[in-house]
């Protein structure tokens, strides 16, 4: 909890694939790891939160379509939401659009419900580097690169996937991205 309260970058579990992660709220943190991922700016991350309730403070007139569908998703599933609010430049997409996904893990629904506010969510590599499965795949060079490395779930060797991505399309009707 620390490590998100200072304004650090974690490596995490979370419902889908090994992740880093930060406070959504801090600039400075997001910055971070855009310089550890080596990623453009251009190309924004989503972020986890625990419940509708959440994503209703970060985005303006959230689609009840979207809501519905991420709600009742059989597997983790983010959602492009229109216009995002209360966040930091460098987290919303240059169309004003922000990815958000209410995880589902119970390790993650823990620690965003104690530390009280969306925490950035993008996979534990560099860019244009495979993603990690799991633990046992992720670059040891990210080690040391992040301010605290989570000690759950490390020994759990299953295949995980990255979350579907869905949004609402130009003609209101529901897509799926990824």
């Known amino acids: 909890m620390n490590t998100l309260q200072s304004g650090g970058v974690l490596l995490y579990p979370t419902?889908?694939?090994w992740g880093l992660g930060c406070d959504a709220t801090n600039?400075?943190?997001i910055s971070k790891i855009f310089e550890i991922k080596k990623?453009?700016?251009s190309k924004t991350m989503i972020m986890l939160v625990d419940s509708v309730k959440m994503i209703e403070?970060?985005?303006e007139n959230p689609s009840p379509l979207l809501l519905n569908e991420m709600k009742n998703a059989e597997s983790p599933t983010t959602g492009i939401f229109l216009k995002g609010k209360n966040?930091?430049?460098n987290l919303i997409h240059s169309d004003g659009s922000i990815a958000i996904r209410i995880s589902s893990d119970n390790f993650c629904q823990a620690l965003l419900q104690q530390f009280k506010k969306?925490?950035?969510s993008t996979s534990a590599n560099?860019?244009?580097q495979p993603s990690p499965q799991n633990?046992?795949?992720?670059?040891p060079a990210l080690f040391k690169l992040v301010d605290y490395t989570v000690f759950f779930r490390r020994g759990d060797n299953s295949k995980k996937n990255p979350s579907h991505i869905i949004k609402i399309n130009d003609f209101g009707e529901l897509e799926r991205i990824r």
């Open 15 to 17: 419902d889908t694939i």
């Open 118 to 120: 969306p925490i950035v």
């Open 135 to 139: 633990f046992s795949e992720i670059d």
């Open 87 to 89: 966040l930091p430049s």
């Open 27 to 29: 600039e400075k943190a």
């Open 126 to 128: 560099i860019s244009n």
């Open 57 to 59: 403070n970060y985005v």
């Open 39 to 41: 990623r453009s700016p």
